[in-house]
């Protein structure tokens, strides 16, 4: 997995004012304080063959959008990492391997690129990512099998004893995409349907309404799913997957997950990227007001991404992709309560112990799982689990949380209240994905890294051994 940085403009090239302030009869070449200029370029950095950057390994660096023969050097603290001389091609391109030392600590390191002619600089983020070695897959009964294409997300209905997997492939306009209906045991597909195609707006192909996330109403005997490239959610029946409503385009901005609440008739969309939670009445099939989350810190913003639901305790959680943050929402009161989760970058998944009040964090930049007390904000542990930590799933049987490790291949069991590694599994390729049932099992879904890929696209079936 490949981390793209996208530079931007921040100050010139730094001087020290600690140099300048030190001695008043220093004097400056005229060239210190030429013209300053913006830096314009985007700098990618990969592992051996697109793989996360571990200590020990060869890393790839490419740069695009600098002038043309433009000088650029690449530095982490004193230690050059780029080679003496270089320059961007007449595309403003260039690229360059290097070998990372083994000691590399893991984590978001500060990498300095600057320029000349014209001069800049930019500090971007460098993550070394933790590499844990698979284990445990002998304490777990383990199958899979290939679905369709473009698996994102699964769900599963404890009433009708059924699977549903969400899959979409491409970029927009998206032609292929398909809900699918699975037998939990053989993990047969029972039934499928391809969504509708969206209306022409202008000149603009939208494709059809492919689906994404995905959750249940066992009352109503419902999917919902949500069509993030249209930004709106459609509803289906879970019999035959006939579609009963699909909502007008530009409903929801850009949604990601949906959780419904069956017993107050509420069906929750977190809006990727947004401080919003669209609010759905699961009766009329109509919009309601939505929630609002403001970001505790100074300056901060809160964007949602994974959704939980304690549907006895009437609580509804959420992570921030851009804050080290959570929030617990009081669905009876609208109270919301903005939690810190120190340590965590990127956060992308979430689930809850309603029992103890332990909120689990995944988080895709600090490729770590983080457990915090919802009362106190303590913060339980912090286990890195390897990279892209994508989605977490708790487990009330055993007292365990999973995580799909997007970048790392794996989904890695943890003891919910230590924070121990039980086992770390091999997921095949870009597990996405992951609910655990009441009765222990868990379901995985990951995708394949291209159409010829025998390790992507499948449903996982994870059951622990007595």
Do not use: C
Request: aromatic fraction near 6%; charge should be negative.
């Amino acid at each position: 997995m490949a981390f793209t940085l996208t530079t931007r403009l921040r100050v010139p090239v730094a001087l020290s004012l600690g140099v300048l302030l030190g001695s008043a009869s220093i004097v400056l070449a005229q060239s210190a304080f030429d013209t300053p200029a913006p830096f314009t370029g985007t700098v990618r950095f990969s592992g051996e063959q697109g793989a996360p950057i571990y200590g020990g390994a060869e890393v790839s660096a490419a740069g695009t959008g600098f002038a043309p023969n433009q000088p650029v050097t690449v530095l982490r603290g004193d230690e050059r990492l780029s080679p003496e001389g270089l320059k961007a091609d007449g595309e403003g391109k260039f690229s360059f391997d290097f070998l990372l030392p083994a000691d590399a600590v893991v984590g978001i390191h500060p990498v300095v690129v600057q320029t000349d002619a014209p001069d800049s600089a930019d500090v971007i983020d460098f993550k070394v990512s933790p590499k844990i070695p698979v284990s445990g897959a002998e304490k777990f009964d383990i199958t899979s099998k290939k679905v369709g294409r473009g698996l994102y997300q699964v769900a599963y209905s404890e009433k009708n004893k059924a699977l549903f997997v969400a899959a979409a492939v491409g970029r927009p306009p998206v032609k292929e995409s398909a809900l699918y209906k699975l037998d939990p045991e053989t993990l047969d597909v029972v039934a499928q349907v391809a969504p509708e195609a969206a209306p022409q707006t202008g000149d603009r192909d939208p494709g059809v309404f492919a689906v994404y996330g995905i959750g249940l109403d066992d009352e109503k005997d419902t999917v919902w799913v949500t069509n993030t490239r249209q930004n709106t959610v459609a509803v289906y029946a879970q019999g035959d997957l006939s579609l009963i409503k699909q909502f007008d385009l530009n409903t929801v901005p850009h949604p990601r997950d949906v959780v419904v609440d069956a017993a107050n008739d509420k069906a929750y969309v977190s809006s990727a990227m947004n401080n919003l939670i669209a609010v759905f009445d699961t009766n009329t099939l109509e919009p309601l007001a939505p929630i609002e989350l403001t970001s505790a810190q100074r300056g901060g913003r809160f964007s949602t991404m994974s959704l939980t639901l304690d549907p006895k305790g009437g609580k509804l959680y959420t992570v921030s992709m851009t804050s080290p943050e959570a929030a617990k929402i009081d669905l009876a009161t609208g109270e919301v309560q903005i939690l810190k989760v120190p340590g965590s970058v990127s956060g992308a998944g979430v689930a809850v112990d309603p029992a103890t009040g332990r909120l689990f964090v995944a988080s895709q930049g600090s490729d770590d799982l983080i457990a915090i007390d919802t009362a106190s904000e303590e913060v339980l542990f912090d286990t890195a689990v390897g990279a892209g930590a994508l989605n977490v799933a708790f487990d009330a049987k055993d007292g365990t949380a999973y995580v799909a490790n997007r970048g790392a291949d794996t989904i890695t069991v943890v003891d919910a209240t230590s924070g121990e590694i039980i086992a770390n599994l091999d997921a095949g390729s870009y597990p996405n994905q992951l609910i655990a049932t009441a009765d222990g099992t868990v379901y995985a879904v990951n995708k394949a890294r291209g159409q010829d890929d025998t390790e992507g696209d499948m449903i996982w079936r994870i059951v622990p051994k007595k």
